[in-house]
T-cell receptor, first 114, second 115 residues
């Protein structure tokens, strides 16, 4: 079992550019959540995808968007990058119908905006 | 809105000793879960222990145990027989029950285990 995998592991982008981060959930999981973790802070919830639809959203602007594919993998897109978007982006997967199951996290993508 | 507060930014402990990390939370809900996650330098968030709010018994996982005080909204983590591999950031997190809702994290406590 490969667990949750994220790509790329590191990324450097220029302010104003767009970026796409990818996540493959743990085998058997159908729900993907994305978190932003700024340096020295706890992760902040961005949004959650289930059945290819955004189900919940945190307090993030529309520049942050996502997608879930039929195989449950997911992408996080950020447009018009700002310096403040520099952070570790974590993906977590879970099994929605298993109400008491835990979320498994990937190792994250470190995004640096210069 | 729910909030999670960790008041200890950094802690250190000698190898083989016991350390307690503090966490308080605020919610008006009665059905929820509490978690402690460990984040080593590898960055991957690893679940250490979980507690269901409806359970009065404190959760235990090997060297890790919690002191869950529901009325005081307190959820501390005790690590016994600390090991060098316990060195990491520790995050307390909250999740509403009845759904696969989002996790709300505290700011974390950096734990250093010294030989």
């Amino acid at each position: 079992d490969a667990g949750v995998t994220q790509s790329p592991t590191h990324l450097i982008k220029t302010r104003g550019q767009q970026v796409t981060l990818r996540c493959s959930p743990k085998s058997g999981h159908d729900t993907v959540s994305w978190y932003q973790q700024a340096l020295g802070q706890g992760p902040q919830f961005i949004f959650q995808y289930y059945e290819e639809e955004e189900r919940q959203r945190g307090n993030f602007p529309d520049r942050f968007s996502g997608h879930q594919f039929p195989n449950y993998s997911s992408e996080l897109n950020v447009n018009a990058l700002l310096l403040g978007d520099s952070a570790l982006y974590l993906c977590a997967s879970s099994f929605r119908r298993g109400m008491n199951t835990e979320a498994f996290f990937g190792q994250g993508t470190r995004l640096t905006v210069v | 809105a729910q909030t999670v507060t960790q008041s200890q930014p950094e802690m250190s402990v000698q190898e083989a000793e016991t350390v307690t990390l503090s966490c308080t939370y605020d919610t008006s809900e009665s059905n929820y879960y509490l978690f402690w996650y460990k984040q080593p330098p590898s960055r991957q968030m690893i679940l250490v222990i979980r507690q269901e709010a409806y359970k009065q018994q404190n959760a235990t996982e090997n060297r890790f145990s919690v002191n869950f005080q529901k009325a005081a909204k307190s959820f501390s983590l005790k690590i016994s027989d600390s090991q060098l591999g316990d060195t990491a950031m520790y995050f307390c997190a909250f999740r509403l029950g009845g759904s696969q809702g989002n996790l709300i994290f505290g700011k974390g406590t950096k734990l250093s285990v010294k030989p």
